[in-house]
């Protein structure tokens, strides 16, 4: 898995009141989706051509599968636990399995209408 896929944990700013932790900053988001997922359930097996997508797994666990668009290698795998953000970029083969009952949190670059997400995803059988 190449180093971007793991967004790294940004330090959280804490006070009397509690503590706020910036999650990503700095990229425009045209939709937030909050997705949950049973244990062996698989999800993606595709790519997009232009969208990318930030993820937060708030619970459970899952491998995180990647490559390149139109790679015959094995695809390079990760596993997301609760707390981790990940980074799919456009042109990026992917998919999840989810190890545990599972909650991600998806941050898109473009709306996820189903017109607007179908003419961007291009399906592949990544696992």
Known sequence: MKETTLCPEQPAFSDDRGEIK?????????????ISSKKGA??????????YHYC????????????????SEKPSCTVIRAGQVFYTPPMAEHAMKFLEDSVFWCFSRNSRKQENYESDTVRVQLI
């Open 42 to 51: 698989i999800r993606a097996n595709h790519y997009h051509k232009e969208d």
């Open 56 to 71: 937060l797994l708030e619970s459970g666990r899952m491998e995180y599968y990647e490559r390149p668009v139109g790679s």
């Open 22 to 34: 910036t999650i990503i900053e700095g990229r425009p988001f045209s939709s937030v989706l909050r």
